[in-house]
């Protein structure tokens, strides 16, 4: 019986090594495939968005959800990167059209393509307590994840940056 217990805590401590990441690591050398404006250099407060497009359309960032220009000039304080991992099922996705995708748009931030899935690895993103991994937002100070972003959710998307950055939308002049 004693085996058997010392068995089973053997298994739940090996387990429990693997908890959800807490250092935000950037790989240096990702291609980047739409400029944008370049991410605030100055600034500590980041919004990263990870996209796995083996599984998922980029259409999170289609002005569907919110509209990026607006989002941008409302938090120039804020450092947006997006990270598009895999590769496109069926040649759908391929770096041309990501790029026209992103350039149509006049998408306002970087973004990363990883057809290796490295940025996923290196921050252990499978170890995060969600059933749907492909899809994921974080809020990052320095390189420290603070929270998942709940981007999706317009009250949860302003009322996050507020509080964990302090950071109120500035109203457009138009």
Not at 70 to 99: C, H, T, W
């Amino acid at each position: 019986m004693n085996k058997l217990l010392a068995y089973f805590f053997l298994i739940w401590l090996v387990l429990s090594c693997h908890s959800a990441p807490e250092q935000m690591i950037f790989p240096e050398n990702l291609e980047i495939i739409h400029q944008g404006n370049p991410p605030c250099p100055d600034c500590e407060e980041k919004a990263v968005f990870y996209l796995n497009i083996a599984e998922r359309s980029s259409y999170l960032f289609t002005d569907n959800i919110v509209n990026w220009k607006d989002f941008a000039a409302s938090y120039p304080n804020l450092s947006v990167s997006v990270y598009l991992g895999g590769e496109g099922k069926d040649g759908k996705s391929s770096p041309e059209q990501i790029r026209s995708f992103f350039k149509k748009r006049d998408f306002p931030y970087p973004v990363y393509l990883d057809p290796e899935n490295e940025f996923f690895e290196v921050n252990q993103l499978d170890y995060i307590d969600l059933d749907n991994k492909f899809v994921l937002h974080f809020l990052v100070e320095g390189n420290r994840i603070l929270e998942l972003y709940n981007f999706g959710m317009p009250n949860d998307r302003v009322g996050q940056l507020e509080e964990h950055f302090g950071m109120k939308p500035i109203e457009s002049e138009e």
